[in-house]
């Protein structure tokens, strides 16, 4: 997703191969998927560093190639992150090439599950959500989010936001519009070179 505010200066942009399970916890799945990714996503943290506080809630959702970048607006920066995009396409479709199909039915619901969890995540706390508000407002930036960022909701699944994430819960019964419960966020790449997670040490 990327935002461009036009008269505005600067410019915040993500970029990332997300993962459909956590690869903090599911070391098999990083190996598989991300491991030989790595340089492609050294070479953009170089370039593109670090955007800010990401909250702790927000970062299992995002890979350790992720982009997620704050800068000055120019024309070199601007072809950097058009640069990432399409190397991080080309890098999806490469993915989707040596992709196998699963047969299992247990595991397709845990994807789907797994799918629908992250898109209902992203819906609701998006890290983009207060630069969208900002710009159209909060009723069109929630129908974008919801009906064409993170479409498929509604046909994926059933569950809500609060069935996945119950912490969020006020007493009414409606959703804490705070972006994190925990209070913590990154404010540092939390990630090694390695793509290690080693944002326990980093969380302030």
Same mark, same amino acid.
């Given at each position: 997703?990327?935002?461009?505010?036009?008269?505005?200066?600067?410019?915040?942009?993500?970029?990332? =191969?997300?993962?459909? +399970?956590?690869?903090?916890?599911? $070391?098999?799945? %990083?190996?598989?998927?991300?491991?030989? @990714?790595?340089? &492609?996503?050294?070479?953009?943290?170089?370039?593109?560093?670090?955007?800010?506080?990401?909250?702790?809630?927000?970062?299992?959702?995002?890979?350790?190639?992720?982009?997620?970048?704050?800068?000055?607006?120019?024309?070199?920066?601007?072809?950097?992150?058009?640069?990432?995009?399409?190397?991080?396409?080309?890098?999806?479709?490469?993915?989707?090439?040596?992709?196998?199909?699963?047969?299992?039915?247990?595991?397709?619901?845990?994807? =789907?599950?797994?799918? +629908?969890?992250?898109?209902?995540? $992203?819906?609701? %706390?998006?890290?983009?959500?207060?630069? @969208?508000?900002? &710009?159209?407002?909060?009723?069109?930036?929630?129908?974008?989010?919801?009906?064409?960022?993170?479409?498929?909701?509604?046909?994926?699944?059933?569950?809500?936001?609060?069935?996945?994430?119950?912490?969020?819960?006020?007493?009414?019964?409606?959703?804490?519009?705070?972006?994190?419960?925990?209070?913590?966020?990154?404010?540092?790449?939390?990630?090694?070179?390695?793509?290690?997670?080693?944002?326990?040490?980093?969380?302030?």
């Amino acid at each position: 997703m990327n935002h461009d505010f036009g008269t505005y200066p600067w410019l915040i942009a993500y970029r990332d =191969l997300n993962p459909l +399970h956590d690869v903090t916890s599911r $070391r098999d799945y %990083k190996e598989k998927y991300y491991d030989r @990714l790595l340089p &492609l996503g050294l070479k953009y943290t170089e370039l593109l560093p670090w955007g800010g506080k990401l909250t702790s809630e927000s970062i299992k959702f995002f890979s350790p190639i992720v982009i997620w970048t704050k800068f000055s607006s120019s024309n070199s920066k601007h072809e950097d992150l058009y640069s990432a995009f399409m190397e991080y396409y080309k890098a999806w479709l490469e993915l989707m090439e040596q992709a196998v199909e699963d047969t299992d039915p247990s595991q397709i619901t845990c994807n =789907l599950e797994a799918h +629908h969890r992250y898109l209902t995540w $992203r819906a609701e %706390k998006d890290p983009g959500h207060g630069v @969208l508000k900002r &710009l159209i407002g909060e009723k069109l930036a929630k129908d974008l989010l919801r009906n064409f960022l993170f479409s498929g909701i509604d046909e994926l699944g059933s569950k809500t936001f609060l069935d996945y994430f119950p912490e969020y819960s006020i007493e009414d019964g409606t959703i804490n519009e705070k972006r994190s419960i925990i209070g913590k966020g990154f404010e540092n790449r939390p990630w090694d070179k390695n793509g290690e997670f080693i944002g326990n040490d980093l969380r302030n």
